[in-house]
């Protein structure tokens, strides 16, 4: 659902990918190949909120802000599933974990990983390539090259999922039984863990 709101309509570049069941207002700009999950609400009601290219908040999170504020999701930034941005800024290719809760004027820089269920404290500045955990989140060390990769694996599949969206997601009534034919989805990412096996 995408929502004017005094005046403000959300701007989405047409490669992206707003899913129906999420809500996205007002002064909101949404770039390239980004994807918004069902449940996630961007509120650019109070302030601009802009998602560069590539940046995926996916299911159930919140983007908001206090008013006068204006915040930025730096291109191919990563949102985990129920994850909370307020009024904070995040860097270039960083990865927020599920739940994590990130609070106002909190700087998030460049390739940082945040941990799921973190709380980052407001006016937090992260320095980039930092591995974040924790309630209050702290740093613990350094992103390495290999986890940096790991990530941006990911990313890559929810920077190609508005294409697969946009092609094939269709409101459909369910089958009653499971086909015959029915087969598993290839396996197409490995856990942190098993990557870095590798």
């Known amino acids: 659902m995408i929502y004017s709101f005094k005046g403000y309509t959300p701007v989405v570049h047409e490669t992206s990918f707003v899913h ?3 809500a996205v207002t007002g002064n ?26 590539g940046v995926n908040v996916q299911e159930n999170c919140t983007v908001h802000m206090f008013p006068g504020k204006s915040i ?22 960083c990865l927020i974990g599920m739940n994590t809760v990130i609070m106002d004027d909190a700087e998030i820089g460049d390739e940082c990983i945040v941990g799921a269920m973190a709380f980052v404290k ?4 992260i ?24 990530k941006t ?14 092609e094939s997601l269709k409101e459909v009534e369910p089958l009653r039984d499971v086909p015959d034919n029915m087969k598993l989805q290839d396996s197409m990412y490995d856990t942190l863990r098993d990557f870095m096996k590798k």
Do not use: F
């Open 20 to 22: 129906p069941l999420a």
């Open 28 to 53: 909101v700009i949404i770039g390239k190949n980004c994807y918004i999950g069902p449940g996630a609400a961007i509120r650019g009601d109070w302030g601009q909120i802009i998602l560069e290219d």
């Open 72 to 93: 930025t999701l730096k291109e191919s930034a990563h949102v985990g599933h129920g994850a909370i941005i307020h009024g904070a800024n995040l860097g270039r290719n």
């Open 122 to 125: 407001a006016e937090t500045k």
């Open 127 to 150: 320095p980039k390539r930092s591995l974040v955990v924790g309630n209050p989140a702290k740093v613990i060390k350094e992103v390495s090259d290999e986890m940096i990769a790991w």
């Open 153 to 166: 694996k990911g990313t890559q599949l929810y920077q190609q999922l508005p294409a697969d969206c946009h």
